[in-house]
């Protein structure tokens, strides 16, 4: 049996090719690779593919790699018995697997119900046949409220109920798997055919793969052709930038000294690229002073990386002089500093450079942290300058004394830019180095790595969104799961927001405006927030909105 996430991420342990997913929008199935769609396959047929994906049996399940069904108050018939309440703000987030060929329905009911007491409830689910009169593990939290879940009470084979003896007036959230007939009617193979991007595992190594478009090789940068701009909108004249801001998803600022920036998302033309805009001007480094642009390669990324032989290729534009880039470690403390030349002010110009890692000293992260700093810096004082260029040196250094003062004036020829950033794994030369391609096939998987980092709520701009809803507990919080789009780097991100006054917990009684919004419970994928208010309803139902304004904003910063 094997499992994988709808973010396809794998942990290929043999042959680094092997095993790995990726988005692709050929009208045929490219050369070497599998639909991602869960079929059963003989060991003997791929045996490279089971041993990636850690299989050792006769058979194996592919991956299965679709988006979940959201049944709502639209297409969901719900019948009570008693049949004198009613039910509200009801759903079934359904997510169809496959397990050792059988196919099952991860479910997640959220409902509330109002008046008396229930002793069942029943939804209608069109398009799944339930595998005949079951029980099935069902949970509804620590109170343990709901007994029993059952499909098919009624022999219709696509009801899906749930009893206990007394469900009260109160809101739930149920959740469980249980087994289908067969496939859901609403489960499109994963095929050409029925998708513009659809997601395939390859089963044979790269090098029975040459001559296709896959087998360009991967690029290691997230966001490199600086697509995904999540924190802000700022496009064509900029907004102010406090260091430590991204730019664009995965590309930060850091500045320290009298300089300031805009920072802006160019999308004027295609490819798009990030723009460090200085406003006011540094014309005098001090040596503990920086300007800097960093991407962050994750240690799971930086696993094939280790010790090989890279190539690091970008397009830049700005002052003419020469720049710095570098590489660093975990730590960080230890550097590789390369020159490059900008030969003319305000003009884009490609910088292609090889370097080799060399992990057998220092410190090194192989998991969910910092694998690999690559920085190019816009102005450095002396404190980060080391003498000796493209060589591992110990220390944390980002720059020569050579380094141009990107920061020395504004306007135009000031303007520092970059985009199609590329880390291939090895050796290319300026003639040689393959033509740009991103990490991810396409914007909704570059979004989806994106979001592993950062996400933020509220970025639609509509009045009265809602963000989620909860129950409001004796300490005047109100405290509301949150569903994220994908699994986030770490169980505990940083919640930041907009002003109190952008929010509002609603309940029966009225609205009120938050007081302090925390981080409740972490989760990879459900946090949980608390919004505390001044004298709400204690035990009611609460939903988490913006208030009459389009500003509001949620965000759930687990950046590198």
């Known amino acids: 049996m094997s499992f994988v996430s709808e973010q396809g991420l794998l942990a290929v342990s043999s042959n680094s090719e092997c095993g790995t997913i990726f988005d692709t929008s050929n009208s045929t199935l490219p050369t070497g690779t599998l639909y991602c769609n869960g079929e059963t396959k003989n060991t003997a047929d791929y045996p490279e593919l089971a041993a990636a ?130 496939k859901p009617s609403w489960v499109l193979d994963n095929s050409p055919a029925n998708y513009d991007v659809y997601k395939v595992i390859r089963y044979a190594p790269k090098t029975a793969l040459q001559g296709t478009y896959e087998e360009r090789p991967k690029n290691y940068i997230g966001n490199g052709d600086m697509t995904v701009c999540q924190s802000h909108s700022a496009t064509a004249t900029g907004t102010d930038a406090t260091s430590g801001d991204d730019i664009v998803d995965r590309f930060r600022i850091d500045y320290s000294g009298a300089m300031d920036f805009y920072k802006w998302q160019d999308t004027s033309t295609v490819p798009y690229a990030l723009v460090a805009d200085v406003q006011t001007a540094d014309s005098s480094i001090a040596a503990g002073d920086y300007a800097l642009i960093t991407n962050v390669v994750e240690g799971y990324d930086f696993q094939a ?104 004036g504004t306007g135009t020829d000031y303007d520092f830019k970059l985009r199609n950033v590329a880390l291939y794994k090895g050796s ?84 009120e405006t938050p007081t302090a919004i925390i981080l409740g419970v972490g989760s990879h994928d459900t946090p949980t927030i608390g919004v505390t208010t001044a004298a709400p309803t204690v035990h009611a139902l609460g939903e988490f909105t913006a208030s009459n304004v389009t500003t509001a904003r949620l965000h759930f910063d687990a950046r590198l």
């Open 53 to 182: 994906l850690g299989e050792s049996g006769a058979t194996f399940d592919l991956p299965f790699l679709v988006n979940e069904k959201t049944y709502d108050e639209n297409d969901i018939t719900v019948t009570l018995d008693p049949s004198d309440g009613t039910m509200s703000s009801y759903r079934i987030d359904a997510v169809p697997r496959v397990v050792d060929g059988e196919w099952w329905l991860t479910f997640q009911f959220i409902g509330v119900v109002s008046s008396a007491a229930r002793t069942l409830i029943a939804f209608n689910m069109d398009g799944v046949v339930f595998d005949d009169y079951q029980e099935c593990c069902a949970s509804a939290g620590a109170t343990d409220l709901i007994a029993r879940a059952y499909v098919n009470p009624s022999g219709d084979g696509d009801t899906f109920a749930i009893e206990h003896s007394s469900i009260t007036a109160t809101s739930y959230k149920v959740f469980g798997d249980v087994k289908l007939a067969s």
């Open 305 to 408: 990386l280790k010790d090989e032989t890279v190539t690091v290729t970008f397009d830049v534009y700005g002052k003419a002089g020469t720049y710095c880039f570098s590489l660093r470690n975990a730590t960080p403390d230890l550097s590789y500093v390369i020159e490059y030349t900008i030969d003319s002010d305000s003009t884009w110009q490609t910088i292609t450079k090889n370097i080799t890692i060399d992990t057998s000293s220092g410190t090194w992260n192989y998991t969910n942290g910092a694998g690999l700093y690559l920085t190019w810096a816009i102005a450095c004082g002396s404190t980060f300058h080391t003498a000796s260029t493209d060589q591992w040196v110990s220390g944390n250094y980002m720059a020569t004394s050579n380094q141009t003062n990107g920061c020395a």
């Open 428 to 511: 290319y030369t300026a003639a040689t180095v393959p033509e740009f391609r991103p990490k991810n096939d396409s914007y909704q998987a570059n979004l989806a790595e994106c979001q592993r980092y950062w996400i933020t709520f509220g970025k639609s701009g509509k009045n009265y969104e809602r963000f989620g809803v909860g129950k409001v507990h004796s300490s005047k919080i109100t405290y509301i799961p949150m569903r994220l789009p994908v699994q986030m780097r770490v169980a505990t991100p940083i919640l930041t927001y907009s002003a109190y006054s952008d929010f509002s917990i609603v309940t029966s009684a009225g609205n």
